[in-house]
């Protein structure tokens, strides 16, 4: 081979790598460009879920008991724009507010405060969020639009920051629904199948990789584990329906046997992430240990499983993250729900963060698309939280050798 | 730390195993009423002090199962069903001891056909329809896979455009009863159909074709929504309270020259609505606190009325005497067993009232 193949042969070479590198700079920014738009969409999409539309309302007295709160409401609206339209007006009148705010006004009656603000429909609210300057009306009529103006004129329309999105829980009124519950089941949810998938598979994993015998049947548990890891979740969400709720008789739609199944679905990927973890602690490590006299079970506590704590906690938060965005398997065991209420324990009826998303994006309401958006923004964070703490403690056990 | 935490949780398992009265109305079924009935739920809650029911949307089938299962109170209470109970799973109820159901009806669903604004409206027969979205069709006698591409080829007077469906697929409630009143109710009217035998009549009638021409969109109506704000000239198939929500931007089909509007099915005019139906274990009354009254505040006009709360989640009312019935059947505990062979079965429209 002479000079000039040789440098063709250089050239040639490099000319590969580069385009090697350059194509792989091109998927990343590919990804990249894909993840900000999502992020971007969601985030546009979201950002009118955190402001909220009250009506200002002037209080009178006294409550009179034969009036419903309705025609109450309506009548003190009236009053206050000084209107005077029949029973059809008064009815666009109350289509301005949200459902439950004549019982809102009728308490805010029995008190002492001199006017109220009550929820805006979601009529309203979207009006107000993405129709004002255009011709569009969304679904306010001539008259509820001429109300809505003569309300603004007074100072009577508010917007605000969306507090009750973070302190409510789920409504069908998509004004006034909020997130807490679904946050609150979640993290029930979660703690219930970290502390069960936590120890189980973090002990499986050692007993399998540090004290069992390798012969047959260690090899087919193995298989087994790692097929496991692959199984459709809905499937452990039958599972979960037959042990937790028809066999062990388990209260239904419970933070409880919904941290359980996802806990399951877990096990084989904590097991496989712990198992990897140990076998990558040298083995001097372990001859270390047992030449000064250590115990197997002191070499593995003291000295194995410390080592592997990293790897263990990554595999841990990718279960764990994983199990956060299932809805498949809650479906069974009938967390796919109506719950007004946020959960108190693990044992109460509770939904999660995506169970919720699902119900909302299903939701006729169009006002539903912007609480959809913002609640995957709040998954989001979520995970983001679960994911740092990951990091901080993968960080603070890390150990070279 | 661990240790103690774990046991906390072993605890609280034996402890929940308790059989005791429930203060809380379970809810199951259909997805179609689950947005009115959590709606009762929580006005429920919010004005009686009782707690709000827990409602969840497993689809009717999947409901009434459950519902099924057993009387006792880890079975549900109240199923959502967007059909008539049948027969054999009333059967079923009884084998497991669920011999007292009570029926009320809650109202109406229309199912519409719609598509984007922009494109020009026009009017279907429901024949029209069916020979759109057969699978087969009868031409010069013979039954072919169906070759209709564009609706001017099924009838002149149609617009030379491409035939294009979104609609549910074949587990959702809303694809049954498409395919009862329109596809059954279009396809009677062709001849040659007609003349078939009853089994090969039934096949003809409820396939619906899978090149492409009806393309199925999962069970979120909001998703055909959405594809149709792309794809303008495509037809959409949905629930009323999805069009209701969405009239700025959807136009709705005419079938047999009448309005999907409200007016329209609450006279029964608009050929393709269903009855929306809750079914309740009578045995469970005085067992769950406040059963009795959820159903009473159910059927009060205050919730189903034409001025209820409920119309403005979509729902189409009975009418007046049939909801005067309904809180009847409540007041007496009027169950299916007792009132015996007179029970309507059928989804139906509201001209069969």
Redesign the interface.
Known sequence: MNKREADALLARRHRRERWFARFGLATIVFAGLVLASLIGSVLVKAIPAFSKITLEVVVQRPASADIPARQALARAVQQQLGLSGDAAER?QLL?LFS??AP?DYAAAQAGSSQTVRLSASDDVDQFIKHYKGTT????LNELQLQYLQKLKDSGFVHTSFNTQFFSGAD???PEIAGIRGAFVGSLWTML?TL??AF?LGVMAAVYLEEFAPKNRLSTFIEININNLAAVPSIVFGLLGLYVF?QV???????A?VGGLVLALMTLPVIVIATRAALKAVPPSMRQAAQALGASPVQVVWHHVVPYALPGILTGTIIGMARALGETAPL?MI?M??????APQ???E?ATVLPVQIF?W??????AF?EKTAAAILVLLLFLLAMNAVAVYLRKKFERRW | MRLKLVSLLALSVLFSNQAEARDQIRVVGSSTVYPLTSSVAETFGKRTGNRTPIVESTGTGAGIKLFCAGVGLETPDIVNASRGIKDSELDDCKKNGVTAVMETRVGFDGIVLAHHKSDKAYDLTRKEVFLALAKEVPVGGKMVANPYKKWKQINPSLPDQEISFYGPPPTSGTRDAFVELVMDAGCKLVPEIAALPESKQRLACGTIREDGVYIESGENDNVIVQRLQVNHHALGIFGYGYFDQNRDTLQSVKIEKVDAEFSNILSGAYPVSRSMYLYTKKQHFGQVAGLKEFLKAYTSEDAVGEEGYLIEKGLIPLIPELRAAQRAIVDAEESVQERGQTRENSGGSPKKN
């Open positions: 009815r289509q459902n439950h019982d569009q009306t969304g679904r409504s069908r009124e219930v502390l069960v120890p709720l062990l008789e388990l209260p239904r739609s419970a409880l479906l009938g796919v729900a109506f719950i007004a209420d324990g693990i044992t009826p119900l994006a299903d939701s006729p309401e169009r698309a």
